[in-house]
């Protein structure tokens, strides 16, 4: 019988809490909400890790869903 291997992911090196994530954005011109965010999560399928009692994601995740909200927003008009 074979032994699985166990893959163990890395973890991205600009993870941010979704409250850091938002103070981020704030001085963009599209800044977003921490529920704003979570939406984006959903909808774009961003990976959440757990920290501490935080979920976080990876910062790149968060700049390219606004990219790609901010297109689907202006191409809705």
Not at 39 to 66: C, E, M, N, P
Request: no cysteine.
């Amino acid at each position: 019988m074979a032994t699985p291997t166990l893959s163990i992911q890395s973890l991205p090196d600009d993870l941010v809490t979704l409250k850091e994530a938002s103070a981020l954005l704030r001085p963009t011109p599209r800044p977003a909400s921490v529920s704003t965010i979570t939406r984006w999560i959903a909808r774009y399928h961003i990976t959440v890790f757990q920290h501490g009692k935080s979920h976080a994601v990876s910062f790149t995740d968060v700049l390219i869903a606004q990219r790609d909200e901010a297109i689907r927003l202006r191409s809705a008009h």
